[in-house]
C-alpha cells in the first residue's frame, strides 16, 4: 500500500516552506514518549532503567497535542515505553490525525486489544510491531516467551482490517543475517508494508547493562548489507533508500538530530535519542541552547558509533540529487 499522494504532497510543502523561510535547521518527525513506562524489561532497552519517579509521569493528550502544535513536524512517532499503558492513548493517536499529521504507534504488541476497535485504519496512520527476530531469538531479546506469537497475531488482525503495518527490528551483536531476512521475506509476504532496520548503538542508559550487544559503525555496515543481500528486492524497507545506503557504507550523512526531536515527560531532550545533555521546557529552547555543532560522527566521541536513523534518516532530505529525489518518490509511493 503506497503512501498516499496528498501525504508525499504535504511532506515536499513542508520541507520547501522552511527552505524558503531560510530555516536552517527544522524538525520532520517529532519522537514522542507519553511514557516510559513499559509492561517487558527487554535486555536491549535503556528506558526501563530509569528511576521510578520518571516511570511514573507521563504527558497527557493535551501535552502531547502542545508538542506537535509546537515543534510543527509534519509525523510523529509515538513510542515509549509501551505507548498502550498510557490511559488517552486513542485520543493521542485521533487527535494528532486531526491535525493531519503522519502518525505511527510503536508497539510490542501486547495490549493491542485497547486500541483494535477503538480506531478506523487511516492513509496517515502506521502501526509499528517491534520484533527483533524469529520466535525464539525475539522472546529471548523481550525476556518473555509467547511474545513473537502475540506479535504476529496482531500484525495478521491489524492487516485484515486494513491497518498499514510496519515492523521495527533491532539488530545486536551476534544476531543471524540469514534469520533476520527470511523474516523480513515472511513478514512482506504477509502483506506488511514495510520493515525498518533498527541497528542498536550503545548510549549511555545502557552503558554497562549488556554492553555487549551494541554494535559499533563497522559492524552495523557489515550486518546491514548482509541481511539485504540476503533478503533480496522484493522486501520492502521503512528506511529511506539513502539512510539504507547510509546503513551499509555507501554514502556519507552528516547528523541533524533536530530533524527528529524527543519529547518526553521530563521535557524536550537533548540532543537526540541517545545521549541526554539537557531537558527543555520548550521546543525553542531545544533550539536555541543545544550547540549543535558539538555533535554527529567526528566531531563528539560520544557519537563514534552511531548512525542512529533519528539522527541520521531525515538527512539526506537537506541535499537531495535528482536521482536521490527519483528514489525517494518511488520509496513513498511503494511503501
Ligand atoms: S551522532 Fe547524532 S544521533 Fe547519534 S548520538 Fe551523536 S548527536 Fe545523537
Not at 535519542?273 to 549543535?292: I, V
Amino acid at each position: 500500500m503506497g503512501q498516499p499522494l496528498s501525504l508525499t504532497i504535504d511532506m515536499a510543502k513542508y520541507v520547501m516552506r522552511q527552505k524558503l523561510r531560510g530555516r536552517k535547521r527544522y524538525p520532520m518527525v517529532l519522537m514522542l514518549e507519553p511514557t516510559e513506562l513499559c509492561n517487558l524489561t527487554c535486555t536491549g532497552c535503556g528506558k526501563i532503567r530509569q528511576s521510578e519517579e520518571i516511570l511514573k509521569m507521563r504527558l497527557t493528550a493535551q501535552d502531547c497535542f502542545d508538542a506537535i502544535d509546537e515543534c510543527g513536524a509534519p509525523g510523529v512517532s509515538i513510542a515509549g515505553g509501551e505507548p498502550l499503558v498510557h490511559p488517552e492513548i486513542v485520543d493521542i493517536v485521533k487527535g494528532m490525525l486531526a491535525r493531519g499529521k503522519l502518525t505511527m504507534l510503536c508497539t510490542n504488541g501486547i495490549l493491542l486489544h485497547r486500541i483494535l476497535d477503538k480506531i478506523e485504519p487511516h492513509p496517515r496512520f502506521t502501526f509499528v510491531f517491534h520484533l527483533d527476530g524469529p520466535r525464539e531469538h525475539h522472546d529471548r531479546m523481550v525476556e518473555r516467551k509467547g511474545v513473537f506469537d502475540i506479535v504476529m497475531k496482531g500484525i495478521e488482525e491489524s492487516k485484515r482490517r486494513g491497518f498499514r503495518v510496519t515492523t521495527n527490528t533491532t539488530l545486536y551483536k551476534g544476531v543471524n543475517p540469514q534469520e533476520i531476512a527470511t523474516l523480513l521475506q515472511q513478514l512482506t509476504e504477509m502483506g506488511v508494508d514495510n520493515c525498518l532496520l533498527s541497528p542498536a548503538f550503545t548510549y549511555e542508559e545502557v552503558n554497562g547493562a549488556n554492553s555487549e550487544i551494541f554494535l559499533h559503525r563497522r559492524e552495523v555496515i557489515a550486518m546491514v548489507s548482509e541481511i539485504v543481500r540476503l533478503a533480496g528486492p522484493k522486501v520492502r524497507y521503512y528506511n529511506t533508500p539513502m539512510f539504507l545506503d547510509f546503513l551499509q557504507g555507501k554514502r556519507d550523512l552528516r547528523c541533524t538530530p533536530w530533524s527528529m526531536p524527543n519529547r518526553n515527560p521530563k521535557g524536550w531532550k537533548g540532543p537526540c535519542y541517545l545521549l541526554t545533555d539537557g531537558h527543555y521546557d520548550t521546543f525553542e529552547e531545544l533550539m536555541q541552547k543545544t550547540n549543535w555543532d558539538d555533535y554527529g560522527y567526528g566531531k563528539n566521541p560520544r557519537c563514534a558509533s552511531c548512525m542512529m536513523h533519528s539522527g541520521y534518516e531525515a538527512s539526506a532530505v537537506e541535499k537531495m540529487s535528482p536521482v536521490d529525489m527519483w528514489r525517494m518518490m518511488r520509496w513513498m509511493f511503494a511503501s
